[in-house]
T-cell receptor, first 113, second 110 residues
């Protein structure tokens, strides 16, 4: 069966510091991968998605970037964090089919002080 | 883009009660997902239901695609059902992006 891991689970960082969040998927090959952010309130916002190694699409211009160095690894980065980057970051995967059912990881709670 | 509205925004139930959560969407879709976000933030897949009815234990869901809505039924609610329930649909034809509703926050009290 497929599993998705994220780390760290929680992170407290000062404004202006760099960021690296990692997501890995097991039990599947060539998945679509996604980064979402859930800020204040309840809504989830898609930040980036990837359909293959080195292929990144950005949905929202911002202070963040994403990379996919390996088939089942997705990394979310920032060179300098802003207060507004605080939130709950969720990684998700789906099969490369038309169904696009997405499955989510446990999330990383980021607080920028 | 497609709009997704969920109702009610908040719901408080006595343990053992039944409830119906609604998800309306503004355009035709070829898939729809229901999620439960538990108090730890984990998004748990409940149903993938582009149309028709599915059941899983005390939960069931019905999507009427032609009328652009989906319903999630929770029967004999338990305190562990508490959390936020989201529905999500593709943002457009062939889109990889899911558009989420704002969720229904359910609190089940003993």
């Amino acid at each position: 069966s497929q599993t998705i891991h994220q780390w760290p689970a929680t992170l407290v960082q000062p404004v202006g510091s760099p960021l690296s969040l990692e997501c890995t998927v097991e039990g599947t090959s060539n998945p679509n991968l996604y980064w979402y952010r859930q800020a204040a309130g309840r809504g989830l916002q898609l930040l980036f998605y990837s359909v293959g190694i080195g292929q990144i699409s950005s949905e929202v211009p911002q202070n963040l970037s994403a990379s996919r160095p390996q088939d089942r690894q997705f990394i979310l980065s920032s060179k300098k964090l802003l207060l507004s980057d605080s939130g709950f970051y969720l990684c998700a995967w789906s099969m490369t089919s038309s169904y696009n059912e997405q499955f989510f990881g446990p999330g990383t709670r980021l607080t920028v002080l | 883009g497609i709009q997704v509205e969920q109702s009610p925004p908040d719901l408080i139930l006595q343990e053992g009660a039944n409830s119906t959560l609604r998800c309306n969407f503004s355009d035709s879709v070829n898939n729809l997902q229901w999620f439960h976000q538990n108090p730890w933030g984990q998004l748990i897949n409940l149903f993938y239901i582009p149309s028709g009815t599915k059941q899983n234990g005390r939960l069931s869901a019905t999507t009427v695609a032609t009328e652009r809505y989906s319903l999630l039924y929770i029967s004999s609610s338990q305190t562990t059902d508490s959390g936020v329930y989201f529905c999500a649909v593709p943002s457009g034809a062939g889109s990889y992006q899911l558009t989420f509703g704002k969720g229904t926050k359910l609190s089940v009290i003993p």
